[in-house]
């Protein structure tokens, strides 16, 4: 088990630039979460999925951000036009599927920076 | 909706000092509780749960008990060490549709010195 992976881990980029961000979940994980953290502040919700199927987004989840999972296994999260708004750290989570509630493991973050 | 009070930090203690951190929270319907631990330079782990009211989630010392009648849920350590010197947070899981999306609150620092 080798953990939530996230690459890359610091991201610099100028303002108008197009950013992709990568997670690879535990293998056997069926659910996958996005999360977005500002400086001093909790981790908030941005979109989750279940398997390849992306089935809540935030409303923190402007148009210019789009998530895939494509064959159910790593996911990716793009923001578009970066703002300086969007530096933040983004955080990737997976979990079991379960009709109650499993751990949220969580990878070490991406923390992206928009100058 | 949902939402995490706890208290601000830093908090600063001296080692083998109690600790209390208060979290009270907002939610429709029956959530679960969380304490989550942020080591310095580290990823978000679990550090307990409770599931339903009057539980008592516990783990590494720390405690925490379900209170529905008061919104709450207070961690507690007996003898805090400086290895627990980190950011604590409280969250609650919605179940609401099933996807059980965490909500947290702003996190405390805790600094213990010897």
């Known amino acids: 088990d080798t953990g939530v992976s996230q690459d890359p881990r610091h991201k610099i980029t100028k303002r108008g630039q197009n950013v992709t961000f990568r997670c690879d979940p535990i293998?056997?994980?069926?659910?996958l979460y996005w999360y977005r953290q500002t400086l001093g502040q909790g981790p908030e919700f941005l979109t989750y999925?279940?398997?390849?199927?992306?089935?809540?987004k935030s409303r923190l989840l402007s148009d210019r951000f789009s998530a895939e999972r494509p064959k159910g296994s790593f996911s990716t999260l793009e923001i578009q036009r970066t703002e300086q708004g969007d530096s933040a750290m983004y955080l990737c989570?997976?979990?079991?599927?379960?009709?109650?509630?499993?751990?949220?493991?969580f990878g070490p973050g991406t923390r992206l920076t928009v100058t | 909706g949902n939402s995490v009070t706890q208290m601000e930090g830093p908090v600063t203690l001296s080692e083998e000092a109690f600790l209390t951190i208060n979290c009270t929270y907002t939610?429709?319907?029956?959530?679960?509780l969380f304490w989550y631990v942020q080591y310095p330079g580290e990823g978000l782990q679990l550090l307990l749960k409770?599931?339903?009211?009057?539980d008592k989630g516990s783990n590494k010392g720390f405690e925490a008990t379900y209170r529905k009648e008061t919104t709450s849920f207070h961690l507690e350590k007996g003898s805090v060490q400086v290895s627990d010197s980190a950011v604590y947070f409280c969250?609650?899981?919605?179940?609401?549709?099933?996807?059980?999306?965490?909500?947290f609150g702003t996190g405390t620092q805790l600094k213990v010195e010897l």
């Open positions: 409770a599931t339903k009211a009057d």
């Open positions: 989570a997976s979990s079991p599927l379960a009709g109650g509630f499993y751990e949220q493991y």
């Open positions: 999925f279940q398997n390849e199927a992306q089935l809540e």
């Open positions: 939610a429709t319907g029956y959530p679960s």
């Open positions: 293998s056997e994980h069926n659910r």
């Open positions: 969250a609650l899981s919605d179940q609401t549709g099933g996807g059980n999306k965490l909500t």
